[in-house]
């Protein structure tokens, strides 16, 4: 079992460039969800899709926030453009039905933007 | 709204000293609870999860909480610790008959001290 694949693990950038972020839920998986984790604000969720349909994004900051869920396989989160204010850690997880038993967690993703 | 409350953001403990995370939740709903740990420069794994049944909860690595639902409640505790409990812990709660979102505490950072 592979378990939740993020990529990439490290990503520095300039502010103002746009970043995209990149998980791959177990397989079988029917939820997946989008968390940031800061010192001062702790686990944020961001976004949440259940069978590849976005049901709560109220978490997501601002606009130049986005988040894709094409496939059953594949999600993306894209911040376009960039701020400092974005650096963080960000964490993708999945989950089976029957709803909320456990979730599963990537290794997530260190983004810092200079 | 649901919410989780981590009383406690640092802990501190002597190595085989006893230790206990409190946790605390809102809801008027029926709920999952869960706790789970990070090691540095990880993503969160789940200690140990209470869905129903007996409300004293046996995890891995000697850890145990006990639901509490008078008091809305779900503290975690070990009995005597070490060097590689070290980590940050997170509690976490889910309405599993209003949709698959987990809510979580904004963790608290056990050290253990030799």
């Known amino acids: 079992d592979a378990g939740v694949i993020q990529s990439p693990r490290h990503e520095v950038t300039e502010m103002g460039q746009e970043v995209t972020l990149r998980c791959k839920p177990i397989?079988?998986?029917?939820?997946l969800f989008w968390y940031r984790q800061t010192m001062m604000r702790g686990l944020e969720l961001l976004i949440y899709?259940?069978?590849?349909?976005?049901?709560?994004d109220s978490g997501m900051p601002e606009d130049r926030f986005s988040a894709k869920m094409p496939n059953a396989s594949f999600s993306t989160l894209k911040i376009q453009p960039s701020e400092p204010r974005d650096s963080a850690v960000y964490f993708c997880?999945?989950?089976?039905?029957?709803?909320?038993?456990?979730?599963?967690f990537g290794s997530g993703t260190q983004l810092s933007v200079l | 709204a649901q919410s989780v409350t981590q009383l406690d953001s640092q802990v501190p403990v002597f190595e085989e000293a006893p230790v206990e995370l409190r946790c605390n939740y809102s809801?008027?709903?029926?709920?999952?609870l869960f706790w789970y740990v990070q090691y540095p420069n990880q993503g969160l794994q789940l200690l140990l999860k209470y869905l129903s049944g007996s409300t004293l909860v046996k995890g891995i690595n000697g850890f145990e909480a006990e639901f509490n639902k008078s008091q809305t409640s779900f503290h975690l505790r070990k009995p005597s610790v070490h060097i590689s409990d070290t980590a940050e812990y997170f509690c976490a709660v889910s309405e599993p008959n209003t949709g698959n979102q987990f809510y979580f505490g904004t963790g608290t950072s056990l050290t253990v001290i030799p």
């Open positions: 809801s008027s709903v029926s709920v999952y």
């Open positions: 397989s079988g998986h029917n939820s």
């Open positions: 997880a999945s989950s089976l039905d029957p709803p909320g038993e456990k979730l599963f």
């Open positions: 899709f259940n069978n590849n349909v976005p049901i709560d």
